[in-house]
């Protein structure tokens, strides 16, 4: 039984749908854009439509990007023969504040039987198809059963090809404290120690 | 050092000028809006400039509409003896829910010396000009320092004109524990108890 008048109702509705937004949120936000500058509201309408109409996939590496192929990919610079191997887009924006400067592979998931999600559900053989001239495969999925699984099935397939497959370390996260570091996460650390040269 | 490409960064830019979202989570409305239906992010983007466009405020009782005067200001089968004074257009869709049946007027805040807000910056003249025929004003302020000041003000400018003012009560919430109770509700529900008759 809202009484928002529709026009009001429709933005709620629209926000309300993103993830993370409940039905209280929604509203706030409805209400902060009733409340604030007519341009505010128009900006994000145009970028919206924009973001939708500019944003691609990258045709060699799957990444987003306004043009294809994306700038990582066509960067010169950059260190052709060491490929990350990613889930998603987003993770890209997380290595590149690190300054890795070889270049990427979105796989655009991880294989997991539950969801219904297999090899071939990835984008696995376009890096096959890529991987002329590279040295390293450094699967970077994420520290899950998903992800590891994804980086052995990597592994395997990528092992008659004389290219070396990595995957990122597991430890301590550094400025840890060893008191909030979780069980499976010590182990590992111990596991893995590293030799002080 | 962002690299995201710059229709992305438009949106979670304007994402990010919503109170309450941080930057973190503009990227993940940003990057869900890249990941979901075109459909979806067209339909919040003309939400967005219809509902500026539709809304407006209610010429009577200053309360967001799509026409003026509003719905419930012209609903002949409201009681227009009794006016619920509110600060905000948000309170009314709160007391909608109660069903109370008598009429609203926004003040579009409250009088707060130290945010530089006087009388003169809120729909008291307004108010003022309806109150022929009016027995009650319920002023429905929150409850805190301001919103009382702001009660005891129309409180004293109302007394000469043989209209009762009220506020709302104060006390437990229904269904709350004792225990939970802050010290100065629970001493107001001592001093303002009701006799059971």
Known sequence: MSSFPPSLEKVIEAFSRFPGIGKKTA????????????ENAIELANALVEVKENIHFCEICHHIAEVSPCPICTDERRDKSIICVVE?????????KTGFRGIYHVLGGVISPLDGIGPDDLNIEDLLNRLT??????????ANIEGDATALYLARLLSPMNIKVSRLARGLPVGGHLEYVDDATLLRSI???VEIQ
Chains 1, 2 share one sequence.
């Not at 409805?30 to 500058?37: P, T």
């Not at 887009?89 to 290595?95: Q, T």
């Open 27 to 38: 509203q706030r936000l409805g209400f902060h854009v009733l409340k604030s500058d007519k």
């Open 88 to 96: 998603t887009p987003e993770d890209i924006f997380l290595f590149e």
């Open 133 to 142: 001239n590279v040295n390293e495969v450094i699967v970077a999925t994420n």
């Open 191 to 193: 596991d893995e120690r």
